[in-house]
């Protein structure tokens, strides 16, 4: 396994919902570590939802593609930014029971998702830990672009990759199979991986 270095480290997992948590409770569990959540949440084009032009936490900290920001109606993104921070209260709320988030501080932070196309939820979730003081921010993921791959290596600690392919255009054609998650899938893993730390 890439990360089984980590195994015996005082480590938290923190997924990206939904798609990053089955990953994460794998590796939570590999690792014998405990699962916890990071919600960012893409804004995407207008027209083309899967492209990121930026992403927002649920403090409301937000960054932005500086490219395709210069194209975008800042009252058309401060809609959607207010839009997807409700979002992502609801499901830290729905997953998590309101359930405090798990400390970090001093420990290594795992940042999990399905993998990366643009970068940004990812980059956004790494400042937001930034704020929590771990040891050291890894971020883990199957795929990524080389683009994403190499602003993350340049904002994390480290970066755990599996596959940087030279023609990448979205993370849904690197698996063969790739479902969509529902609420209810990810409330059973995470009811699954607390059950794993009792």
Not at 68 to 75: L, Y
Not at 81 to 92: L, P, T, Y
Not at 104 to 116: F, R
């Amino acid at each position: 396994m890439a990360l089984a270095e980590y195994r015996g480290d005082e480590i938290v997992i923190l997924a990206l919902p939904r798609g990053g948590v089955v990953l994460g409770y794998e590796i939570a569990k590999s690792l014998h570590a405990p699962l916890d959540l990071v919600i960012t949440r893409k804004i995407g084009y207008p027209g083309n939802e899967e492209c990121a032009v930026a992403a927002v936490a649920e403090d409301g900290h937000m960054i932005c593609d500086s490219f395709g920001i210069s194209h975008i109606d800042q009252e058309w993104l401060n809609l959607q930014a207010e839009r997807e921070m409700a979002e992502a209260g609801r499901r830290r709320q729905v997953y998590l029971k309101g359930r405090e988030p798990l400390p970090v501080a001093g420990k290594v932070a795992i940042i999990v998702d399905d993998g990366v196309a643009t970068g940004l939820t990812i980059l956004l979730a790494i400042m937001e830990l930034k704020h929590r003081n771990p040891k050291k921010i890894v971020v883990a993921v199957p795929v990524s672009s080389a683009s994403a791959a190499e602003r993350i290596r340049a904002d994390a600690d480290e970066m755990v990759v599996l596959e940087v392919p030279q023609n990448f255009l979205a993370v849904g054609e690197h698996y063969e199979q790739f479902p969509q998650l529902d609420d209810e899938d990810v409330i059973r893993l995470m009811r699954l991986a607390e059950g794993m730390q009792e």
